[in-house]
């Protein structure tokens, strides 16, 4: 009977370990696609202002901004990695641009709502023109 209730434990585990395992699995996989699709995306918006209309891109940043809004209501941890690596790209993007490239102002303005203040600063820095700083950050830079 204890040999019976043991095999009965191991089965049970084992079926849920291989559950989770195969569950973990899937999970890494939905975050890596949207790592990808965020770096993607962010591509895809640092070429936007120089090939569309003003309003053609004003289109496509509302659309995206509703895309992210529903991505963070059906999944929050999906949202978070989205943002992530869509930051981070947008980061690297503008610290390697310089005043080489020419962006619009809706892309600027844009940039200042996926990179917080505290960690672009130094970014934004390279492009003082182009943005308006909070009355903190004016102070600061006086």
């Not at 996989?29 to 003003?54: I, M, P």
């Not at 503008?94 to 490239?101: A, I, R």
């Amino acid at each position: 009977m204890k040999s019976g209730r043991f095999f009965l434990v191991f089965a049970f585990a084992a079926i849920s370990w291989s559950t989770w395992a195969q569950g973990t699995t899937a999970s890494m996989h939905r975050l890596n696609f949207y790592e990808k699709l965020a770096q993607r995306d962010a591509e895809y918006e640092q070429n936007l202002g120089t090939s569309y209309a003003e309003q053609d891109e004003l289109d496509y940043w509302n659309d995206q901004r509703d895309f992210e809004r529903q991505l963070g209501k059906s999944n929050f941890t999906y949202y978070l990695v989205y943002m992530k690596s869509k930051k981070q790209a947008h980061r690297e993007h503008l610290e390697m641009c310089g005043n080489s490239c020419s962006h619009s102002q809706v892309y600027w303005n844009k940039m200042r709502e996926y990179l917080s203040v505290p960690d672009s600063t130094d970014v934004f820095e390279i492009y003082p023109s182009k943005l308006v700083l909070s009355t903190h950050l004016k102070k600061r830079h006086k």
